[in-house]
């Protein structure tokens, strides 16, 4: 009977425990959300500032953060709230406000809402409007929110912030120029001309580069070998250009040794080594590299003239890569590593920069603190009662 007792003691001051703890927090089931809206530079936008499962509230001070960059605090308008005291700060980027009532209001929908102008160079993209209770890094530990009825109870209230998405136009985010149109081509000896307009409707275009007219320089074909312009002998070096399709041009100039040929230097009459690849020659001695082909006027492949030494020291560098011969890139897989990203965040939730949950608040930290004292006194209550229950009997 008396362990019956004791059990019943127990379980009693337990869930008399568990049932004290929500009530601390039944507030946090109060929400408050700011509307998500877009416009472009100069229009003026209006952000609704929403409550709901409102438990009671006699008196609020909260202070609503804007990027000041971007935005600019033009005016509010009543919801349910009226009479309050407004001051906004521009150089800081929020707007506080102050309300005292003389009983708890316990409406909800539209407590106000709030007129932004965006400012002609804002940033485009999505801006967040939020409350800005835990935004210490921006605002200072000073500046928060507090929410109360009328039992002097502190009300914490989630918290959803909101957005302004500001459009592109050629002032914050420069012209979007449409396709080239070329009304000159290029030659080998005379330069082109080519031009393109800006896209954007001229409303939010300004005038300043909407046209643009480049010169196109002149660009040469270059064929992608080597011909072999001067022979290389025993007693001379040869030398070999890439030549212009269309003119006498030639560029990326190679100086190779005789040595490098890999043989002696065949001649017309000798058809045998006309390609260079003749396997009867003794004096050949770079058997792993390509032949260079020593014919006047042969066009040699840039695999023949990599083991070159002036070419590996002088042209090489400055090579484009597109001469080169490479196996295709593997992209059976590269839609599996994509990742999906949109831009368009409207109705959802945005936190905040440096917002952080209710229990790591002060307000938080203060409120766990006394729950766990009054909890601990509760069950050394419940051991009092059972001791001297013991001594009773």
Not at 79 to 89: E, F, I, P, R, Y
Not at 162 to 170: R, Y
Not at 347 to 366: D, H, N, Q, R, Y
Request: proline share 5%; aromatic share 8%.
């Amino acid at each position: 009977m008396n362990t019956a007792k004791r059990i019943l003691t127990f379980i009693f001051c337990l869930v008399f425990c568990l049932g004290f703890c929500p009530t601390v927090f039944a507030a946090d089931n109060a929400a408050i959300s700011l509307s998500n809206v877009s416009a472009m530079p100069e229009e003026t936008v209006t952000i609704d500032v929403e409550i709901k499962n409102n438990p009671g509230i006699m008196g609020m001070a909260f202070s609503i953060a804007y990027d000041n960059d971007a935005f600019e605090y033009v005016k509010y308008e009543n919801g349910w709230l009226s009479g309050m005291t407004v001051k906004d700060h521009p150089d800081k980027g929020h707007v506080i406000f102050v309300y005292v009532a003389t009983k708890d209001k316990t409406d909800n929908g539209k407590m106000l809402s709030v007129d932004f102008k965006i400012k002609q160079k804002a940033t485009p993209g999505h801006h967040t409007i939020t409350l800005a209770n835990n935004n210490f890094e921006k605002h200072g530990t000073k500046l928060h929110n507090s929410f109360s009825n009328s039992k002097q109870e502190f009300i914490v209230p989630n918290i959803k912030s909101g957005s302004i998405k500001v459009g592109e136009t050629c002032i914050n985010a420069g012209h979007k120029y449409g396709e080239w149109n070329i009304t000159k081509e290029a030659t080998c000896t005379e330069t082109g001309l080519k031009n393109h307009t800006c896209v954007r409707d001229e409303s939010i275009c300004i005038e300043e580069g909407r046209y643009e007219e480049v010169e196109i320089p002149i660009t040469h074909d270059f064929e992608k070998e080597w011909t072999v312009d001067e022979v290389a002998t025993p007693e001379k070096d040869g030398v070999m250009t890439r030549h212009c399709t269309k003119c006498d041009a030639v560029t990326d100039r190679v100086v190779f040794t005789y040595e490098e040929v890999g043989g002696e230097p065949p001649t017309p009459s000798d058809p045998s080594t006309s390609s260079g690849n003749s396997t009867d020659n003794p004096t050949s001695s770079t058997p792993s590299a390509p032949i260079i082909n020593n014919t006047l006027g042969t066009k040699n492949p840039i695999t023949s003239i990599e083991h070159v030494k002036d070419f590996q020291t002088n042209v090489k560098p400055n090579l484009k890569e597109d001469l080169y011969v490479s196996e295709p890139e593997d992209t059976s897989s590269a839609d599996d590593t994509l990742t999906a990203t949109t831009d368009e965040t409207d109705g959802v939730e945005l936190k905040a920069e440096g917002e952080k949950p209710f229990l790591s608040t002060p307000l938080g930290i203060i409120t766990m603190v006394l729950c766990g004292i009054l909890s601990l006194g509760v069950i050394g209550l419940g051991i009092f009662l059972i001791i001297r229950a013991r001594k009773l009997q």
